[in-house]
């Protein structure tokens, strides 16, 4: 298939940019490099020395002879999207090019402003561009469990069959988000839902849970193939943070009593599922939603899992519990459905003690990277004011070819 990969310079975009070509699919990376410009506005980096996406692009196509297009721009300039549609006419579009923290959201009215303008207006832009020039295409959209919060019930996968007043309806699955970068993934879901109904262009949305691991077979390749590995409290996400703070000897920090929880995959799993959604494309007009996630655990669960791996490796992993930053359930009922991607042919890796102990050993190998002062939260939901909010966000569109 031809397959365009937007935020392919980015986490889970450079994993499956280079699955899907390792898999003989001819592969299209857009991105416009701003996560790269956000690391230096908040001053932090990735653990992992990432090269440059020319760079990258060219090391993988020497060592496989498989050759990748790039198209660098921004999602947010309608033109620079339609003409990308327009000349490499992909088969699926894998759309992650978007601002994925939550804390960086609730950093301050600017920082929510340009989260929400970035996602939702890139989103729209896509749809359009698809109507216009490739109407059959299939849209392959990463949401976020997150959308959901954390309801009383079972989550279901992204539609709920109700019964009111002696009348049943299928609908859309009612949606709790817990930040603006959350709500911003609510919008474009819904904002796809219409599209597909009124213009019958076809979708998937994955609501992916929180993904951890940085290797996959082909960025083991070779070191310049290297992917990103955050563990800030930005955009570092939990379990890499927790690996780093134990190969550092720091003690893992633990929001509140930690029995928040969650979705959570391996990365070698994202780039399956975006495979396997891709091989099976929604049926024009449909909107489907699938569950992207393989195992729950709470954060506590998770502290508890990388303490055992440390100690087996002769290290000390403290717990400690700082008071949560966010506004969130600490304690609360979590059972979500994801059987759809697994009906499809996922066989998920599992959390195991072997993919522990490998996440640590890339955190020891990189020591001499880690930057102690970025673990602590900094960014608070209800306070207005904290250390970042003297920053502006570096806006999307900064970046031109
Ligand atoms: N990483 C996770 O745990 C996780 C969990 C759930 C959902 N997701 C979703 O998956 C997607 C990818 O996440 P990630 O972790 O790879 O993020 P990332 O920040 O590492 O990558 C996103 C990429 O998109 C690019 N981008 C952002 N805005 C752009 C714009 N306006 N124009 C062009 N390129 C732009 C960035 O430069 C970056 O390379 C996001 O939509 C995110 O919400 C991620």
Redesign the pocket.
């Known amino acids: 298939m031809k397959i365009a990969v937007?935020?392919g310079?980015?986490?889970?975009?450079w994993a499956t940019a280079l699955y899907l070509s390792s898999r003989g699919h001819s592969v299209a990376i857009?991105?416009?490099?701003?996560?790269?410009l956000w690391d230096h506005e908040l001053g932090v980096e990735t653990l992992t020395p990432i090269r440059p996406l020319s760079e990258r692009v060219r090391v993988w196509e020497e060592l496989t002879g498989r050759t990748m297009e790039v198209f660098s721009?921004?999602?947010?300039d309608y033109d620079f999207v339609a003409s990308t549609i327009q000349t490499f006419r992909p088969d699926a579009v894998i759309h992650?090019?978007?601002?994925?923290s939550a804390p960086y959201s609730m950093i301050d009215r600017k920082h929510a402003v340009f989260t929400q303008m970035?996602n939702v207006v890139?989103t729209l832009n896509l749809l359009f561009a698809l109507r216009e020039f490739s109407p059959d295409c299939h849209l392959v959209k990463?949401?976020?469990?997150g959308e959901y919060g954390t309801p009383n019930i079972d989550i279901e996968e992204g539609y709920i069959t109700i019964e009111h007043n002696g009348r049943k309806d299928t609908l859309p699955y009612p949606k709790q988000p817990g930040s603006f970068y959350h709500l911003s993934?609510v919008h474009d879901s819904h904002n796809i839902m219409f599209a597909c109904k009124i213009w019958g262009l076809r979708a998937t949305d994955l609501n992916?849970?929180?993904?951890y691991g940085t290797i996959t077979d082909e960025t083991e390749m070779d070191e310049r193939l290297v992917n990103?590995f955050d563990y800030d409290e930005v955009?570092g996400?939990v379990l890499n943070r927790f690996c780093v703070q134990a190969a550092l000897g720091h003690p893992l920090t633990v929001y509140g009593r930690g029995g928040q929880t969650r979705g959570f995959l391996d990365i070698r799993d994202t780039v399956r599922c975006v495979e396997l959604s891709c091989l099976h494309p929604a049926a024009p007009g449909e909107c489907r939603v699938f569950n992207q996630f393989t195992e729950q655990f709470s954060v506590l669960d998770l502290a508890h899992m990388v303490q055992a791996a440390g100690k087996k490796l002769g290290m000390t992993v403290k717990i400690d519990h700082l008071p949560s930053p966010r506004v969130e359930a600490q304690e609360h009922y979590y059972n979500a459905r994801h059987s759809k991607l697994v009906d499809l042919g996922l066989t998920p890796h599992l959390l195991s003690d072997s993919l522990l102990d490998s996440l640590i050993a890339v955190a020891v190998k990189y020591r001499e990277r880690i930057d102690s002062s970025v673990f602590l939260p900094q960014v608070f939901w209800r306070e207005s004011r904290n250390v970042r909010t003297r920053q502006t966000p570096v806006a999307?569109g900064a970046v031109r070819p």
């Open positions: 937007l935020g310079d980015g986490y889970c975009g857009v991105d416009n490099f701003v996560r790269r721009g921004d999602v947010m992650f090019a978007e601002q994925r970035n890139g990463l949401g976020t469990m993934k992916q849970g929180v993904v990103r955009f996400t999307a």
